[in-house]
């Protein structure tokens, strides 16, 4: 599987992102790739906010470019490096639930009603 760490872009708002940090990030952000190949793009915001409670200051918030939808999610905790595991949870989860749903969608195939009488052909002539 080729490197996907430059697919991955990490800022932060009001935080100082240690070496640390981003390596914790893109070793979670691995398990997101190998669940779904379609991914183009992830975009990180690690945002410390001052306004909010004590318990939901840190913010991570991910946008994931995709075929299809993009998805945004985001997660509040007293601890970033909390706020990454639980938002890498939560998309794990909404990726697993696409995947899901789109061969559910696949295999169900319906019949298609056409509104039109079509003439009656014989079998064997």
Known sequence: MKDRKNDVIISGNNVELTGGMKAHVLEKMERLFAHE??????RVELTFDV????????????LIEIKGND????????????????????LDRKLRRRARLMRVKRKQ?????????????????
């Open 37 to 42: 190949g379609d991914i183009i793009r992830i």
């Open 71 to 90: 998805m945004v999610v985001s997660v509040a905790s007293e601890d970033m490096y909390k706020s990454v595991d639980l938002i890498v949870d939560k």
């Open 109 to 125: 195939t319906h019949e298609v009603d056409i509104p039109a009488d079509l003439p009656k052909v014989a079998v064997g002539e």
């Open 51 to 62: 306004t909010r409670s004590v318990l939901e200051q840190n913010v991570a918030r991910v």
